[in-house]
Nanobody, 125 residues
Framework: HVQLVESGGGSVQAGGSVRLSCAAS????????MAWFRQAPGKYREGIAH???????GYADSVKGRITISKDNANNVLYLQMRNLQPEDTAMYYC???????????????????WGQGTQVTVSS
């Protein structure tokens, strides 16, 4: 069965960097979209980056310029490199994949059908 497992979260000081990983298994082909979301306590789940099957990348305005999404195709691992982290970046980070066509134009949770368990990133000032 399809499975996503995130890792790489932890505690970091403001201004620091972190790289999150998402190991994907059970896929018979590349998903239409792969993405990273985050959810802070009491807030909605926010899409922050996506990588489409054709290689196109997209980023939320709130994080653009500070994060990079990439994929190791040989090992089926999705990455999220985050730089200059701030306390407001503290959240649970999730990777997700989608077999739906609407994921190509909207980075919202409802467009994604497979989720990892999440990895916590805590940024202290």
């Amino acid at each position: 069965h399809v499975q996503l497992v995130e890792s790489g979260g932890g505690s970091v000081q403001a201004g620091g960097s972190v790289r999150l990983s998402c190991a994907a298994s059970g896929y018979t082909g590349n998903p239409v979209c792969m993405a990273w979301f985050r959810q802070a306590p009491g807030k909605y789940r926010e899409g922050i980056a996506h990588l489409l099957k054709n290689g196109d990348e997209g980023y939320a305005d709130s994080v653009k310029g500070r994060i990079t999404i990439s994929k190791d195709n040989a090992n089926n691992v999705l990455y999220l490199q985050m730089r200059n982290l701030q306390p407001e970046d503290t959240a649970m980070y999730y990777c997700a994949t989608s077999s739906r066509s609407d994921c190509t134009w909207k980075l919202v949770p409802s467009a994604y059908d497979t989720w990892g368990q999440g990895t916590q990133v805590t940024v202290s000032s």
